[in-house]
């Protein structure tokens, strides 16, 4: 059984930062995407940034680059999504999934492709 359980989430001003971490157990991780995604009410679930286990490739949607880097522990199967230089439109619930197995290069970007989530923490960033 996945559990994934996400921290880090709190609110901030505009400009500042914040680390999320997402704690996985259940299984190890080679071959699996992990994901971060983010949802505000009445939108859809937004990709925010994604890396696989196997290749370490990494993808970001492109409202987020430069800002934020994902990253992961071995050691802890924690991943981690550092958010800097935060806006008010980051704010939101971020998410963390887990796709696979899928050994492809290419970073997995549709929520709909997540079989395991987890309950999430909000982000809001004050203006």
């Known amino acids: 059984q996945v559990q994934l359980v996400e921290s880090g989430g709190g609110l901030v001003q505009a400009g500042g930062s914040l680390r999320l971490s997402c704690a996985a157990s259940?299984?190890?991780?080679?071959?699996?995407?992990m994901g971060w995604f983010r949802q505000t009410p009445g939108k859809e679930r937004e990709f925010v940034a994604g890396?696989?286990?196997?290749?370490?490739?990494?993808d970001y949607v492109d409202s987020v680059k430069d800002r934020f880097t994902i990253s992961r522990d071995n050691a802890k199967n924690t991943v981690y999504l550092q958010m800097n230089s935060l806006k008010p439109e980051d704010t939101a619930r971020y998410y963390c999934?887990?796709?696979?197995?899928?050994?492809?290069?290419?970073?997995?970007?549709?929520?709909?492709?997540?079989?395991?989530w987890g309950q999430g923490t909000q982000v809001t960033v004050s203006s």
């Open positions: 999934a887990v796709y696979g197995p899928s050994y492809t290069v290419r970073v997995e970007t549709d929520p709909l492709k997540f079989d395991y």
């Open positions: 259940g299984r190890t991780f080679s071959g699996y995407h």
């Open positions: 890396m696989t286990w196997s290749y370490y490739s990494t």
